[in-house]
């Protein structure tokens, strides 16, 4: 099985560009795990900034929970994968099943963060994009798809995204084996063509 890591600070592209790789092989044996899935259900109350919780830093996921099922889908089983609810911020009572599959790509903020996950990984990815640029996204994206309040969203991007990002997640780039900027279309062209390759047994 052959494992792509994807991450990259908030508002960066990692959902799409993974979309945009998945849509390009357009088979059943390529998937896509999301880590935002695996928010903690009682992440430490010590991560929290000025009482409330903070979910841009590592130790705000289930890292346990998100290692058993790369363990497992890596052996070749299928995994049900919680769903997260952003507009209350937890996770519901249903589940998504994912696998078995070749290829798997594991798209996150902090999917580079951990050494056990990101050795699990065989290409790993860095997504860089401009701090405005990435701040831009997420205001649209919270505002409209997880029912954010503009305030809201300045306050925690200040609050924590930001700190977050310099402190936890820039750092894990030297990790990767690929960096791309803001344009991802040829980068998603040459990994779906590779990840095509993998299924096809080339």
């Known amino acids: 099985m052959y494992i792509i890591g994807v991450a990259g600070g908030s508002g960066s592209g990692k959902t799409t560009f993974s979309e945009k790789i998945i849509s390009r092989v357009s088979h059943e044996d390529a998937a896509v795990l999301h880590q935002d899935c695996y928010y903690s259900v009682s992440p430490p109350p010590e991560i929290k900034v000025h009482g409330a919780s903070n979910f841009d830093h590592p130790l705000a996921f289930d890292w346990e929970l998100l290692k058993l099922h790369l363990r497992q889908i890596k ?31 594991v ?45 809201g969203i300045i306050r925690q991007y200040y609050d924590s995204v930001r700190p977050m990002h310099r402190e936890f997640l820039e750092p894990t780039s030297q990790y990767a084996d690929l960096v791309v900027g803001e344009e991802t279309d040829i980068a998603a062209e040459v990994l779906a063509t590779k990840v095509s390759s993998i299924i096809k047994g080339n």
């Open 75 to 105: 052996e070749g089983g299928s995994i049900q994968v919680p769903v997260y609810d952003y507009e209350n911020s937890q996770r519901t009572s249903e589940t998504q099943e994912v696998g078995p599959c070749k290829v798997l790509i």
């Open 107 to 151: 798209e996150g903020i902090f999917s580079l963060w951990d050494e056990h996950v990101r050795n699990t990984f065989d290409l790993k990815v860095y997504l860089s994009v401009a701090a405005d640029i990435r701040f831009i996204r997420r205001l649209h994206r919270d505002a409209k798809e997880r029912g954010r309040s503009l305030d």
